[in-house]
């Protein structure tokens, strides 16, 4: 792929120069980016990189992701099929909203690394390369990204505009495509550069990681949200224009391809054209022009604020609550001090809590929509006995990523210290997972289900939770058993299949015990005491992990 | 003919939010010179080097390179001068080759020549057969070479060093001392920055030591060894302000065996 770009770039160095790039150097920064993008199992890709077994196929994730936009993109540009001409205007502006949405998700969650990389500091910024060379350097890699990404989304409505109506009007939508993917670059790029001013680069990266959380479940809400909204909107309808469509993007993009397909250049459409021209353009254009410097001035000052903050440390007080927590539920000394080592971390690195809160909101979206949906099943069956168990499976995600950590190096330590049975340190941050994250969790689906079905089903609840700590010890004593935080975060997501297979047949097998035991009188609180029995024997076991059991990185 | 100063740097202060920095920093160094720049952990060495080659343009006072005011002339500085980074700072799923070709082409030196020469420098430093591996598996001291070449290929007149020799093992210290040597003797200057005293003692013409944003000591090792006659660690210690080391070292040992 790499070739590919690099030629459509060379071009385009015209435009590259006008901008002000010395377009050799460029050139060679996005190279070498791209060629590091295919070696890594680049962090930064987030969802891109997640799965890659090997080093051999470095696009075919990214590939795979672009198939999967491509698909839902068709599925949305179906209704373009069918509508009248007239009508289209508000399935282009989903249209449109669904490529923008894309962009700004995939730039926050994924590509903030990239804009705020402060490790070209120490790389690039003391050669003789011009800020703006540098910042259109990285505006072009992320934006290679991005067109795809925008392309593969607009493919659909693209053929399905160019064979119905005219190339004309599908090509209207390929290069509005590109411009909604250029408007997010400027958009996302503005909210970074006042974010900078503001706040602090620590406070900036926690707002980010805040943001990219959100986007992730945002992004699943808005799966199960929008079919929903497009069978009731009543699609056939003309919009009334309002002032305050001209302050939407979406809208303007939608105008300009509704002016090419009903070939009306009014006042109204021509407007809409030229914000969806010139908004991109200029945005572009503009930040070339008067903010390039203001960003790597705040960027080379990244690494040194962070700097002397020891100052504002609060006094450590003598009892914290993660210690008096780890009081309560642990046993030994061991297990207290891994029970507060994983508390804390889990609270505090910010891939962690990437990787895992998003997985928890999936699970509470997931519950509203099986609820609302409703209907179907009655409340008090086997739909909820279902939601639960599923959001159980969601709430498991922690303990997959806790073996994993940037600072994976650190883990030399269970190796030098003294320590006879590591089991007790598993056990101690897989309670502390029970009690930060998996417990929370339960009690906010467990609301939810009272708030809508009543108090009747609180004894299924309650045996949901504990069946979920069940298949939460279970996929622990069966998956690899590694230190917490101990591999790099690339290598936990291999050779996992085995494990998920076994939690699938278990969860499957715990749901349909419960499920039997609704049937019975009484059958519900017996198994909670059954499986509370089950819970604190497979703790026990977990905690008598040796040595040879452990899987070091 | 004078022969105008290659670094000259006048009441020299920066400061980050409230905390000052720099307090006031003058300095000027001739061509040809090698500078041992010393100081305590947060003395300001780091952000001095960094106001030098143009990165941090945010300062007052006065700051200039080969005669060129760091914040109006920084990119034509940057050709000038190389930087050696102190924590092996290098993306390093390259190759040696792919970066340090990366590195000449920010330069715009002719794709050609850099291969030549980055192999032969390679060589040099005994890294021909890691020529082509990526870089994640170099140990530090092999990345340190990396990054020295990445720092001189484009054979620049002054040097700014943090810390260059961390890592190396001892024959390869040898040699970049010696390379410090000859090319402090072919008229280059050498702006040097380190914790390790005897290194900076036995190579540097000339000795700055630093301490909370000020200099407290500027000349020849024999100069400043001339007001008090001790080695250089020593000395660094007393005018730093912390030669009581010996009595934190016994409060330390009371400390693990209480």
């Given at each position: 792929m790499t070739p590919l770009i690099l030629s459509i770039l060379d071009r385009l160095q015209g435009l590259f120069r006008s901008l002000g790039a010395d377009y050799p150097q460029m050139r060679a920064i996005v190279q070498v980016k791209l060629m590091m993008d295919n070696r890594r199992n680049y962090t930064t890709l987030g969802r891109y990189g997640q799965q890659k077994k090997n080093n051999d196929a470095p696009d075919n994730t990214f590939l795979k992701v672009l198939g999967f936009y491509a698909f839902f993109g068709v599925i949305l540009a179906l209704q373009l099929m069918f509508l009248e001409r007239e009508n289209l205007f508000l399935p282009l502006i989903f249209q449109f909203s669904y490529v923008m949405i894309l962009c700004a998700m995939t730039l926050i969650s994924d590509f903030s690394s990239i804009i705020l990389d402060s490790s070209d500091n120490q790389i690039i910024l003391p050669r003789p390369v011009s800020s703006r060379t540098l910042w259109l350097a990285r505006i072009t890699h992320i934006s290679v990204y991005l067109f795809a990404i925008s392309l593969a989304t607009g493919l659909g409505s693209i053929l399905i505009l160019g064979y119905r109506f005219s190339p004309v009007a599908g090509l209207s939508f390929l290069v509005l495509s590109v411009l909604s993917a250029m408007l997010m670059v400027f958009l996302t790029n503005l909210l970074y550069l006042g974010l900078m001013q503001l706040i602090s680069e620590e406070k900036l990266r926690e707002i980010i990681n805040y943001v990219q959380i959100l986007m992730a479940i945002a992004f699943y809400g808005g799966y199960q949200l929008i079919p929903r909204l497009m069978t009731q909107a009543s699609l056939g309808e003309t919009m009334e224009r309002q002032w305050w469509h001209y302050l939407v993007p979406p809208m303007w993009m939608a105008g300009a391809v509704e002016s090419v397909l009903l070939w009306t250049f009014d006042t109204e459409h021509l407007l809409f054209i030229a914000l969806a021209i010139l908004m991109p353009i200029g945005g572009i254009w503009f930040m070339s022009r008067f903010m390039t410097g203001s960003f790597t001035e705040k960027l080379s000052g990244l690494d040194q604020?962070?700097?002397?903050?020891?100052?504002?440390?609060?006094?450590?007080?003598?009892?914290?609550?993660?210690?008096?927590?780890?009081?309560?539920?642990?046993?030994?000394?061991?297990?207290?001090?891994?029970?507060?080592?994983?508390?804390?971390?889990?609270?505090?690195?910010?891939?962690?809590?990437?990787?895992?809160?998003?997985?928890?909101?999936?699970?509470?979206?997931?519950?509203?929509?099986?609820?609302?949906?409703?209907?179907?099943?009655?409340?008090?069956?086997?739909?909820?006995?279902?939601?639960?168990?599923?959001?159980?499976?969601?709430?498991?995600?922690?303990?997959?990523?806790?073996?994993?950590?940037?600072?994976?190096?650190?883990?030399?330590?269970?190796?030098?210290?003294?320590?006879?049975?590591?089991?007790?340190?598993?056990?101690?941050?897989?309670?502390?997972?029970?009690?930060?994250?998996?417990?929370?969790?339960?009690?906010?689906?467990?609301?939810?289900?009272?708030?809508?079905?009543?108090?009747?089903?609180?004894?299924?609840?309650?045996?949901?939770?504990?069946?979920?700590?069940?298949?939460?010890?279970?996929?622990?004593?069966?998956?690899?058993?590694?230190?917490?935080?101990?591999?790099?975060?690339?290598?936990?997501?291999?050779?996992?299949?085995?494990?998920?297979?076994?939690?699938?047949?278990?969860?499957?097998?715990?749901?349909?015990?419960?499920?039997?035991?609704?049937?019975?009188?009484?059958?519900?609180?017996?198994?909670?005491?059954?499986s509370l029995i089950t819970v604190w024997l497979l703790m026990r076991q977990y905690q008598r992990t040796s040595w040879h059991q452990i899987v070091m990185a | 003919m004078t022969i105008a100063p290659i670094i000259e740097l006048r009441n020299l202060v920066k400061s980050y939010g409230e905390a000052p920095v720099l307090n006031g920093i003058n300095l000027s160094v001739d061509a040809g010179q090698v500078v041992g720049y010393i100081g305590p952990n947060g003395a300001g060495k780091s952000t001095t080097l960094k106001i030098l080659i143009g990165m941090l343009p945010d300062f007052a006072g006065e700051a200039t390179v080969l005669g060129m005011d760091v914040r109006t002339a920084a990119l034509d500085i940057k050709r000038r001068i190389g930087y050696v980074p102190e924590n092996a700072a290098l993306y390093d799923s390259l190759t040696p080759m792919e970066y340090l070709q990366f590195v000449g082409q920010l330069y715009e030196l002719d794709p050609g020549h850099i291969e030549r020469k980055t192999l032969d420098l390679l060589r040099l430093f005994q890294l021909s057969d890691n020529a082509h591996a990526r870089m994640t598996t170099f140990s530090k001291g092999m990345r340190q070479k990396v990054l020295l070449i990445s720092g001189m290929l484009h054979n620049p007149d002054v040097i700014f060093l943090d810390e260059p020799l961390s890592g190396l093992d001892a024959n390869a210290v040898v040699l970049v001392k010696e390379i410090i040597r000859q090319l402090a003797n072919t008229g280059k200057t050498i702006f040097y920055s380190s914790h390790i005293m005897d290194v900076v003692e036995k190579i540097s013409d000339r000795i700055i030591i630093i301490n909370k944003g000020q200099i407290i000591a500027d000349g020849t090792f024999a100069e400043l060894q001339h007001q008090r006659p001790e080695s250089l660690e020593q000395l660094f210690a007393q005018m730093t302000g912390s030669d009581s080391q010996t009595d934190v070292a016994g409060e330390f040992i009371n400390t693990l065996t209480n």
């Open positions: 604020e962070s700097k002397p903050t020891p100052a504002t440390a609060a006094v450590v007080q003598p009892t914290t609550l993660p210690d008096q927590l780890a009081g309560w539920f642990t046993s030994s000394s061991l297990e207290r001090a891994s029970f507060a080592f994983a508390w804390r971390i889990m609270g505090r690195d910010r891939k962690f809590k990437l990787k895992t809160y998003p997985q928890l909101g999936f699970g509470l979206v997931y519950i509203v929509f099986m609820s609302l949906r409703g209907g179907t099943f009655d409340n008090s069956g086997f739909a909820t006995l279902f939601s639960l168990y599923f959001a159980g499976l969601y709430g498991m995600v922690a303990q997959y990523q806790l073996s994993a950590s940037d600072s994976f190096k650190a883990s030399w330590l269970y190796g030098a210290a003294p320590i006879r049975q590591p089991g007790e340190i598993l056990s101690g941050s897989l309670k502390a997972i029970i009690v930060k994250l998996v417990t929370p969790f339960y009690l906010l689906v467990a609301a939810f289900l009272i708030w809508r079905n009543g108090t009747d089903q609180v004894s299924d609840i309650v045996l949901g939770y504990i069946s979920t700590l069940v298949m939460l010890l279970v996929s622990a004593l069966f998956s690899d058993r590694r230190m917490p935080f101990s591999v790099p975060v690339d290598s936990v997501n291999r050779s996992n299949t085995g494990r998920s297979f076994i939690t699938l047949i278990v969860l499957s097998l715990i749901g349909g015990l419960h499920y039997g035991l609704t049937l019975v009188p009484y059958g519900v609180w017996g198994g909670i005491v059954l | -």
